[in-house]
């Protein structure tokens, strides 16, 4: 039954009043009430003049300035005796049936119902629309908030993914790209299986040689010139250690040396020789990758700290700033954006951080950048966008998560670097601007990296880009009605 009742006025105490309709002769008006009643009594506001705001009837905002409040006063003295209202009587209420639905309705009127004939009957106000209201109300508290930034994110803003993979059966396809694998080593271990090859193999031809001197018994045959031996000055482990490290190393020192008085020594230096060449190349090789990696180029590509939705050239843009902090410049650099948010299907599955992309200006090339100074990246609100129904209030209550993707080439080494970062709904700033910091000076331009992260308030309207869009197409269509009535009126009449 309570959703059928009409929809109360706005409180004119906290909403303010309109401004006062000129006053206009009596016959345009009575031929005005005709044309709207003909037209319809369901229009959301009339007007009288062209480009003239009517009074809201739900205490809804200024079209042309939707971000400022009304003036204090009422809309019941707004309105003259001769006109007709548009609007239900202010002595209406009806309990809200959404906390949102009707904002600020004084708590002495939200127990009030309809009068019906001459007795007016007190019902009290349901518990489930305060119940729901308190819950919204205890979601805006700091400690809510608290929490919801503390919560586990996907990429962290200096770019790591906070993805940890388990369970993995067939560890066999790491050693297939062998490379990639002591690449992708943490230095401690890099450096750990760095030096195991070289003193691993060591010991092994080490442990060659001395087997084969000591079954040969050039160990015992130590200071005799007559006995011929395989290698010479090995009479230990230890000094058939050095042997093998000064064969690998091709140090030579002159003092232990394979003869040709066996053939199984020959073999085992050439053996050596191939094997110490295919190491060098292999672990020199990873080193110079692993310190020449463009991961460590992207420390000095910046992100703003957080995001900033305000409106520009007449539309509500979600925009971020990036800038570059060297003098060598990244080639050829592109930008992206990933939404990361869990959803439900309409049969009921769950998807949990599903990706969906963000239009930096794909379509346009605007999403190519020749990153020389700070780039303010600017996503346009459309109805494309996944912010399209999100407004100012919502946007509180929505958890999601948005990857910037940054690549490019780096000009020193042509290698291909990628920088990442993430915003959180709590890390986006409604109705802010990012300030200028560039400045021209002598014969250049300086960019002050201190006011990089620094922002200012700017009017901007708290409802979202599909209001919006729907409130403008509707004082259109008013104008060009008003506009078409006018024309009617002023022509001259016919003889």
Known sequence: MLAYLPRPPADSSQYGTFPQEPELPAAPRALAEDSWQQA??????????????SPPCHGSLVPSEPSLPLSRGSLATQHRPSEPSRCPPATRWYPPLHALSVPNIPSSARSRTPARGSAATVLPAPEGPQGRRRKLLEEDGPVVQAGKRQRQRYVTKVGKCQVNLGNIQDKKRFLSDIFTTIVDLKYRW??????????VTWVVFGTVYFLDAWVRGDVWHQGDPDWRACIENVDGFVSALLFSVESQRTIGYGSRMVTANCAEGVILLMAQSIVGSMIDALMVGCMFVKISRPKKRAQTLIFSKNCVISRRDEKLCLMFRVGDLRDSHMVDAKIRAKLI????????????????????GYDTGEDRLFLVEPQIICHVINCHSPFWDMSAESLRREQFEIIIILEGIVEATGMTCQARTSYTEDEILWGYRFEPCMSLEKGAFRVDYSRFEMTFEVQTPAASAKELQELKELEQQEHSTLSLYWDHLLQPCAP
């Not at 319809?40 to 003239?52: D, E, F, I, V």
């Not at 890099?190 to 003193?199: A, K, T, W």
């Open 40 to 53: 319809g009594a369901a229009t959301k506001r009339s007007a009288l003049m062209p480009n003239y705001p």
């Open 190 to 199: 890099f450096l750990f299986v760095f030096m195991m090859c070289y003193i």
């Open 341 to 360: 948010k869990s959803r439900q299907t309409a049969e009921g599955e769950f998807i949990p951080l599903e990706q969906s992309e963000l239009n930096l």
